[in-house]
């Protein structure tokens, strides 16, 4: 057996600034400030946020947006990964607007959903939520919507138990069998985009943002957890960050993009998602997440698959489909660049099908680079004589056949390893052909792609971090076209 071990450079982030690289998104946009300031008058100088809730949470939601405008302090000096929140204005140079005609209370609405039960309480409070955001955005032009969802809300509603039908309810205990009898094989350890207990549940935030898509303004779920300096919380600083890095996301603006280091490119995630509009049959629908090396990201979906009798058999698209929706995602980056991309990377955490390979090479036949790549977490581990794991960015090859990149692991500007497992490697595979180094790279480049967080940890490339999430939210819209701006997913 062969081991080779190696250390990629960690990307650099680009921010307001064309002169300097960061490595530490915290520090970029409190010394550059965002990278849409490139954009000119199409940077976001002003974020208009509105809000929804019971009265007594939106005015505690009031006061956190206000106090985001100045100074928030993670009240850890000298931990190095803890870095205070300077202020919404410096960070992002853009002023927070918030004011009371921009508010909606919901209270009546909300108290009255709450005394019913089961699915009748998850509708009620569903339609709550809707219609203080259709009345905000109907009459006033905010960028984000603050949704306000008190604890008691949460606990009762955060998810439901779906209704199955006949099909549905035989394919989950068939599932469940196969499960602990040991019949699944290899392939199922690539971890599947839906699982058979997904069928079970219905989620209140996924319904949430697939209703707000209608009004065309994206949402922020706000709860205690943002709100309340309480010890079972974030500390402060740390939640400043977070927070108001996706609520200027979603407002339009671009906090960071990694440094380009090759052509440019649109990387695609393909997955899959249980379609629930069916009654004739249990289906798939096709997902796919793109992103360009500009930066912003879109969602599209699919076709419908038909759900295979074997349960070891993963999805597959046909070669039309797969043409269909290769196509999809060029029109729509073409739309949003004005240009086709010199190189399409495909990520997919299933190994491609002939079928799929064909229909995408036939979309993209005028693109002069296509690849394709399939990542999925391993149950490989590298231990090291140390007090920490691995660095993040070590890439470990075994006789020049299977490779493993660390997105997560040991951060030497931290002094510390933020996590608290061994760190697990994404194992990549791609064609002979590739490039395996500048694949593994921009696995490493998109996991640094999450307007969800400032907090630079997150582990799984952006094409298929949030492919549940997204594929959650389509179901939820059903058969309506959903948008496919990124922002009204994260």
Known sequence: MQISVAELRIPDLEFGDNKAYYTDPRVGLASAGPFSLRFGRAHKSQVRVGIVGPRAMMNDARSWYRRCEGEVLTGKPGILMYIDFPGFERAFQSVLVLTPSWEVDISNWLNSAMEQAGQSRFEGVLDAYTKGISKLSREQSVDVIACCLPAEVVASCWSITRKLTRIERSELRRARGEEESGQLSFDTLWV?????????????????????????TPIQIVTSGLLYDDRANQDAGTRAWNSNVALFYKAGGIPWRVRPIAVETCFVGISFHYLRTTKVDLMYSSIAQAFSSEGDGFALKGESVPRESEWQRSPHLTADQA??????????YRERTGRDPARIVLHKTTPFSPDERAGFLSAYAQIPLVEFVNIAPSEFRLVQRSAYPPKRGTLCRINDDATYVFTTGYIPEWKTYPGMHVPVPLKIITDRETDILRTASDVLALARMN????FDTTGAPITLRFARQVGGIMAEVGRRDPSPSYRFYM
Request: cysteine-free; charged content about 35%.
């Open 323 to 332: 043409r269909k929706l290769g196509s999809k995602v060029l029109a729509e």
């Open 451 to 454: 307007w969800n967080t400032a």
């Open 192 to 216: 599947p985009d839906d699982t058979p207990e997904e069928l079970l549940q219905r989620d209140f935030r996924r319904a949430l943002k697939a209703w707000a898509m209608e009004t065309n």
